[in-house]
């Protein structure tokens, strides 16, 4: 008996091994929470096994992978920190071993009353790196609880170090990522984004319109209220515009008062009259509405067409800003189109 136990753990301490290097060779968090789960479920005989990661806010566990329950039940189930034996693990960051749930004044079984599972017995490890918990790893049901203490745990432990840093990696990644597309003022998309997105809408896209967008006379609000107040003006203003579009349309803070607005699938009389609809929205709002003196601006549009005015992206974003510029040097406050 001895011997076989020996065996089975170089086999699974050869597999954890193995394992931590996959983790930390990629930055897809997706797949990293995937392997976890996989590799778990071989390790360790049980009946469910499930990952819950912490929110940003830090208050709240979500699941992210579930296996032997319906994930499309728990997906939304939010679990308050310190709540249940999952919570209570998050808050503390120390390991729980509850062979019988019903003994333990942690337990919650909102999870079982929703998806008929019965629950016997938990172990829920932390994932931590850098003193900060980032979520638990629960499983439930298995087959001997001594066995696992005496032959998985020691594993489960080294796997959930390889986790937590291959967890806490594809998110610094991904925030970097975020940050280099994003404008910082306005949180909006920014030109790199542009740039790299647009190629591939217009081989996606049969028809799209690309709206140039320039705020009027903003000089005069930045000269009046400040650099400030002018970058919080551009945020509200960016609001204004993101709650006219529809989940396909893509908004970009393009550069000082300028916004492009990609528009896919849409015709010219479509792509009109949702501008038509932006620049109302944009004259009746009032901006800085909690200072003394709130401000009120217009703005002008071009709207060039894929493929009628242009078929490139150069050329798309160049007929766009002229046909903007037509306006801003005459009336203002309108919408130009071919």
């Known amino acids: 008996m001895s011997e076989n136990f020996d065996n089975l753990k170089e086999t699974t301490l050869l597999a954890c091994l193995q394992i931590g290097k996959r983790l930390t060779s990629t930055i897809n968090l997706d797949e990293i929470l995937q392997l976890i789960m996989n590799k778990i479920s071989e390790l360790v005989p049980a009946d ?3 990952l819950l990661l912490l929110d940003d806010t830090g208050q709240y566990l979500n699941f992210h992978i ?35 749930v019903h003994r333990d004044r942690h337990f919650n079984n909102q999870v079982d009353h929703m998806t008929g599972f019965v629950t016997r017995s938990i172990i829920c490890l932390p994932l931590i790196v850098q003193k900060r918990v980032l979520g638990v790893i629960e499983i439930i049901n298995v087959d001997d609880f001594n066995t696992f ?39 909006l998309f920014n030109a790199r984004y542009l740039h790299s997105i647009l190629d591939e809408l217009l081989g996606k896209y049969d028809k799209m319109a690309v709206v140039f967008v320039d705020i009027d006379n903003f000089k005069q609000v930045v000269d009046t209220h400040g650099h400030l107040a002018g970058s919080q003006v551009l945020e509200e203003i960016g609001s ?20 492009i607005i990609l528009l896919p699938d849409k015709n010219k009389s479509v792509a009109r009259a949702q501008i038509d609809k932006i620049l109302k929205e944009i004259r009746t709002n009032k901006y800085l509405s909690s200072e003394p003196k709130p401000v009120r601006v217009t703005a002008s549009f071009g709207i060039a067409m894929y493929p ?31």
């Open 48 to 50: 469910n096994w499930s």
């Open 66 to 100: 579930a296996v032997g329950i319906d994930f499309k039940t728990v997906k939304d189930v939010k679990i308050p920190l310190g709540q249940g034996i999952a919570g209570y693990v998050a808050q503390t960051g120390e390991s729980s071993f509850v062979e019988d």
């Open 149 to 187: 203490k005496r032959t998985y745990l020691p594993i489960l432990s080294i796997f959930t170090d390889y986790a937590a840093i291959a967890i806490e990696n594809a998110r610094c990644f991904t925030q970097i990522q975020k940050l280099s597309v994003t404008d910082e003022y306005t949180g």
């Open 240 to 259: 204004t515009i993101s709650n006219c579009l529809d989940a396909a349309d893509i908004l970009i803070k393009y550069g000082g008062d300028e916004f």
């Open 308 to 338: 009628e005015d242009a078929s490139t992206k150069k050329d798309l974003l160049l007929k766009a800003g002229n046909l903007m510029y037509s306006i801003k040097r005459t009336t203002k406050n309108s919408v130009a189109t071919t």
